[in-house]
């Protein structure tokens, strides 16, 4: 991580200082432009902007530091940046673009990636010679990656309410697409035992108490994920 990104960090978030975000925002401009740009510091320069952390309220300069992070990689910023196409904030709406944001942010295991890929399948937002067993394919995704509980229900939902013959075609999917470290974990794994371990989990009640998901922080998604 970048010093000025790290500096900037302690000032966002009032580590063993008062918070104060023109320094923050100092520092992580300091990073965003130096001789090896920082992503983490152009999406928290993007937050802020969202937010209004020591600044006004501005999407189209939330749009353009979301933007720059993401070019440099940073999966979250791909994340936000894909809820503004497929929402049509500031930009035009665009689902493919959405869509191909969403998946990029997934190879970085961003766990909302999952989720919206669903969902985009199962609101038809995408077109898909199958959209159930895609849809499918996502949650079982999602699922191994970690949900929140709300989601964790529509998941367990849309899986037991499909056929067995969908739910193995999306398991057989799932192992043949799931990005980075999540793909070599599932291919590793036979069928048989995938559809065991997904059925298990998902045959769970899932609850905060029962700690087998998790709830979302209060700014996760204001207005986007964040």
Excluded at 11 to 27: N, P, T
């Amino acid at each position: 991580t970048h010093l000025h990104t790290d500096i900037g960090k302690i000032h966002l978030k009032g580590k063993g200082v008062r918070i104060d975000y023109a320094e923050a925002q100092r520092q992580f401009i300091l990073a965003a432009k130096s001789e090896y740009p920082d992503s983490q510091a152009m999406y928290y320069l993007a937050r802020m902007h969202v937010l209004g952390q020591g600044t006004p309220k501005s999407l189209a300069k939330s749009l353009t530091w979301f933007e720059r992070a993401a070019e440099n990689g940073h999966a979250r910023a791909k994340l936000a940046l894909a809820k503004m196409y497929q929402r049509g904030s500031i930009v035009e709406q665009n689902a493919h673009k959405a869509f191909e944001l969403y998946e990029s942010a997934s190879k970085g295991l961003v766990d909302q990636a999952f989720v919206e890929l669903a969902l985009m399948y199962k609101n038809k937002e995408i077109y898909s010679k199958n959209p159930l067993v895609d849809e499918l394919s996502w949650w079982i995704k999602a699922a191994y990656n970690g949900l929140y509980c709300e989601n964790a229900h529509l998941a367990k939902s849309r899986y037991f309410s499909a056929s067995i013959a969908d739910r193995q075609h999306a398991i057989q999917h799932a192992m043949n697409t799931a990005p980075g470290l999540l793909g070599h974990a599932l291919r590793d794994e036979t069928a048989p035992k995938v559809t065991k371990t997904i059925t298990e989990y998902f045959a769970q009640d899932f609850t905060l108490a029962n700690r087998n998901c998790t709830s979302p922080s209060t700014d996760t998604r204001f207005p986007f994920p964040l």
